[in-house]
């Protein structure tokens, strides 16, 4: 399995970024996907996930400003980033756990939030 994480980069505080994560392979099922971040000196943590059925779930901090949201047939997953604060500023992991309780990394992309 292979996660192709895009759309990091600098934006103003206030502004929005969308990042996508396109899962590619063969013979994997998708339990949950999500999006983790780490910000330098800080441990990763797991920023919003998404499961099969489309449950989700958000870190406190960006409840009300971020959405994740899938395409299923794209195998693709968004998250929408709004009213982005510096705070965070971190490389965004994309996160994929199959059903046979495999998990798999993509290569992170870097967010910065700064006038």
């Known amino acids: 399995v292979q996660l192709q994480a895009s759309g990091g980069g600098l934006v103003q505080p206030g502004k929005s970024l969308r990042l996508s994560c396109a899962a590619s392979?063969?013979?994997?099922?998708?339990?949950?996907m999500g999006w983790y971040r780490q910000a330098p000196g800080k441990q990763r943590e797991l920023v919003a996930s998404?499961?099969?059925?489309?449950?989700?779930t958000y870190v406190d901090s960006v409840k009300g400003r971020f959405t994740i949201s899938r395409d299923n047939g794209k195998k693709t997953i968004y998250l929408q980033m709004n009213s982005l604060k510096p705070e965070d500023t971190a490389v965004y992991y994309c996160?994929?756990?199959?059903?046979?309780?495999?998990?798999?990394w993509g290569q992170g992309t870097q967010v910065t939030v700064s006038s």
């Open positions: 392979g063969s013979s994997f099922s998708i339990s949950f």
């Open positions: 996160n994929l756990l199959s059903t046979r309780n495999s998990r798999y």
């Open positions: 998404i499961s099969s059925s489309g449950d989700t």
